[in-house]
């Protein structure tokens, strides 16, 4: 996540993924109240860091069945699901690429795609 400031851009991140509950107002991820309703956010959307990779050298498909193999979809569903998100965030062609071979900072291919 990045904003023209950088301003409380980790401390939105952990509200957004519940480990941190908000102060005040109220934040919705797909649909649910990340204060009252953590745990069913949490059994809809995970987060991984920017870093977070399957492997030594992982690829772009690689890395995301590996994201949606740990909450326990199976194997046949995350490659299909993989499949789908590197279609849809234009990044089919990364897909059997490592993303060591692109650039791993802010706006390369592997921060878009720990936001799948």
Same mark, same amino acid.
């Not at 569903?77 to 650039?103: I, N, Q, V, Y």
């Given at each position: *996540?990045?904003?023209?400031?950088?301003?409380?851009?980790?401390?939105?991140?952990?509200?957004?993924?519940?480990?941190?509950?908000?102060?005040?107002?109220?934040?919705?991820?797909?649909?649910?109240?990340?204060?009252?309703?953590?745990?069913?956010?949490?059994?809809?959307?995970?987060?991984?860091?920017?870093?977070?990779?399957?492997?030594?050298?992982?690829?772009?498909?690689?890395?995301?069945? *590996?994201?949606?193999?740990?909450?326990?979809?199976?194997?046949?569903?995350?490659?299909?699901?993989?499949?789908?998100?590197?279609?849809?965030?234009?990044?089919?062609?990364?897909?059997?690429?490592?993303?060591?071979?692109?650039?791993?900072?802010?706006?390369?291919?592997?921060?878009?795609?720990?936001?799948?």
């Amino acid at each position: *996540m990045e904003n023209a400031y950088a301003v409380a851009t980790t401390t939105t991140i952990r509200i957004l993924a519940t480990p941190l509950r908000p102060d005040a107002g109220t934040a919705r991820v797909l649909g649910r109240d990340v204060a009252s309703q953590a745990d069913a956010v949490r059994a809809r959307a995970s987060l991984t860091g920017q870093f977070a990779s399957a492997g030594e050298d992982p690829t772009g498909a690689e890395n995301l069945v *590996m994201i949606a193999r740990l909450p326990g979809h199976p194997r046949w569903r995350a490659k299909t699901r993989a499949g789908e998100l590197l279609e849809a965030f234009g990044l089919a062609e990364a897909a059997g690429r490592s993303g060591r071979t692109r650039a791993v900072s802010a706006g390369g291919w592997p921060s878009r795609l720990a936001w799948s």
